[in-house]
């Protein structure tokens, strides 16, 4: 007996049918606000990844699937699509398109974390970025398309966590006094935070260490050390936030687990998740591009949804119907059977779900009929071949109609 590989889990239906609603509703919203699709490989360099969401995040230091290829490169499945993203808007020249460019994605990311409720080593995001403007009107944008997606998939009780990083400019004064507080409090923390206090004191405050907590409350809050554009910026992404009259908390120590952060972060939490309550991340990222080897500077801001806990989300309180079938044709016998295929391939043309029995006992087929939720069900034997005429049951009713051949393809496609 093989089973899937820790972490990684298939989505079975009736489950499945909730994923596509929830894409389909996301790809709604994200035309509406003028955004396009992009599609970049699972696999990477992984210098991309060591380089864009750096080597001292939890994220490359420890869950990273990298190997090596058979001529020797590193590789990486992806464990973010922002990097990505951001290698092809550079490769492919993506600047000088007019305008913004406003790109989404959806697709399995992977880490290798512990797994439990929520937390799996293959996982989905669904994304955006909007890349080419350090505009807070950008900001506030990218926080209203995220919002309006949650009400699209019927989610309302969430919370906006909300938070300036600021630029690199105000993070090496934060850092600077951050690194001087840490000499005193570092070595009463855990092996990881020792670490970071030197090499980037600022992933101190990502700690997830319970006994670790109570010092890193006490550390001083990178809002007090924003130099003046840098809290300006945050002022006007709050003004656009509260002219949309989108409610909001700031967290000072909301500083994400990724290291291209630069000025707004945000997250967006759900009750119903329990301890993996994170439904999605998101955040600016002006100087990552230049990081990554462009020419021209491509400030950006962007966000991911955890798709494996919206879907959680939106599974809360809501019987899943078992898929529905319009029609079941029960065939009597091997002539019917040929016949019945070549009717069921008619009626699918009307976009009619239809599904042929192969039992030889009718009863068996009309069971099976019950337990697919059949709107109508079909038995065709040798006297409706010759006869051309077919009777239609209506199985919530239990009314029974007797239809020549065309019209029962007319009241099927008007039933839909
Ligand atoms: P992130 O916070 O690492 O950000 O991930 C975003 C979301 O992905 C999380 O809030 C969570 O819902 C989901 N997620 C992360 N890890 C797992 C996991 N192991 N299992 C299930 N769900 C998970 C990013 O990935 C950034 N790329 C977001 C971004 C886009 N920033 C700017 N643009």
């Known amino acids: 007996m093989i089973y899937s590989v820790k972490g990684m889990r298939d989505i079975l239906p009736p489950s499945s049918t909730i994923w596509n609603e929830v894409e389909a509703a996301a790809r709604r919203v994200f035309a509406r606000f003028n955004y396009r699709e992009i599609r970049t490989p699972v696999l990477e360099e ?62 399995p990311m992977f880490r290798r974390e512990r797994p439990q409720k929520g937390r799996y080593r293959q996982f989905y995001q669904i994304g955006a970025e909007a890349i080419g403007s350090d505009s807070p009107a950008v900001d506030a944008e990218v926080i209203e398309l995220v919002v309006a997606l949650l009400h699209e998939v019927g989610i309302h009780d969430f919370q906006l966590l909300i938070n300036s990083v600021g630029s690199k400019e105000s993070r090496a004064k934060y850092n600077e006094a951050l690194r001087a507080q840490l000499k005193d409090v570092a070595p009463r923390m855990c092996v990881d935070c020792r670490r970071r206090a030197e090499t980037n004191p600022l992933r101190v405050l990502d700690c997830k260490v319970p006994e670790d907590q109570p010092i890193i409350e006490q550390l001083p809050s990178i809002l007090e050390f924003l130099n003046d554009e840098d809290r300006e910026h945050f002022e006007r992404v709050r003004e656009f936030l509260d002219d949309r009259d989108i409610a909001y908390t700031v967290k000072p120590r909301l500083v994400r687990g990724l290291d291209y952060y630069a000025r707004t972060t945000f997250e967006i939490t759900h009750g119903a998740l329990g301890a993996q309550n994170a439904i999605l991340g998101g955040g600016r990222y002006d100087g990552l591009a230049e990081l990554l080897g462009s020419r021209v500077p491509a400030p950006g801001i962007g966000f991911s949804i955890g798709e494996d806990r919206l879907v959680m989300a939106v599974e809360e309180g809501k019987t899943l119907a078992a898929a529905s079938l319009d029609l079941y044709i029960a065939p009597m016998g091997d002539a019917a059977l040929r016949h019945c295929a070549v009717l069921a391939g008619d009626i699918r043309k009307l976009d009619v779900s239809v599904e042929v029995g192969t039992d030889r006992k009718l009863k068996r087929m009309l069971e099976l009929a019950n337990k697919l939720a059949a709107r109508y069900t079909l038995i065709v034997g040798d006297n409706e071949i010759v006869s051309q005429s077919y009777s239609l049951k209506d199985m919530a009713t239990g009314e029974q109609e007797t239809l020549n051949r065309q019209a029962l393809l007319e009241h099927l496609a008007k039933s839909r």
Not at 69 to 76: E, M, N, Q, Y
Not at 77 to 83: D, G, H, K
């Open 46 to 107: 992984t210098a991309l990844f060591a380089r864009g969401v750096g080597e001292e995040t939890d994220i490359v230091s420890k869950e990273m699937y990298t190997f090596e290829d058979r001529d020797g490169s590193s590789l990486t499945l992806r464990p973010e699509n922002t990097a990505s993203v951001l290698r092809a808007y550079i490769e492919h020249r993506l600047d000088q398109q007019p305008g913004l460019q406003k790109l989404y994605y959806l697709g």
